[in-house]
Nanobody, 121 residues
Framework: QVQLVESGGGLVKAGGSLRLSCAVS????????TGWFRQAPGKEREFVAY???????SIAQSVVGRFTISRDNAKNTVSLQMNSLKPEDTAVYYC???????????????WGQGTQVTVSS
């Protein structure tokens, strides 16, 4: 099993920044990609970003230029730096792990419990 624990969510004003972290533990040998997804109230969960074990990354068009993803292999953590936050970024943010390289939610096998990000106007 693989465990993912998110941290760093909170309340921030529009234009502010937050940094989310995802601690990955357990049987990680088959995990190649760690991704971030988000789900706003009344909306479907959507892809935000991923980074592979070899540090190849992808960012959703809706957040490109504002969000960056990085990893610290020594600490087994993946971080999502979120700048210039907007009210529409308000959502529960989830960390997830997959064996392949993908933006598709159904291809992620393991999920964290989520962390709330609220951006006030």
């Amino acid at each position: 099993q693989v465990q993912l624990v998110e941290s760093g969510g909170g309340l921030v004003k529009a234009g502010g920044s937050l940094r989310l972290s995802c601690a990955v533990s357990g049987r990680t040998s088959n995990i190649y990609t760690t991704g971030w997804f988000r789900q706003a109230p009344g909306k479907e969960r959507e892809f935000v970003a991923y980074i592979t074990r070899s540090s190849l990354g992808s960012i959703a068009q809706s957040v490109v230029g504002r969000f960056t993803i990085s990893r610290d292999n020594a600490k087994n953590t993946v971080s999502l730096q979120m700048n210039s936050l907007k009210p529409e970024d308000t959502a529960v943010y989830y960390c997830a792990a997959a064996q392949g390289v993908t933006t598709r939610m159904r291809e992620y096998d393991y999920w964290g419990q989520g962390t709330q990000v609220t951006v006030s106007s």
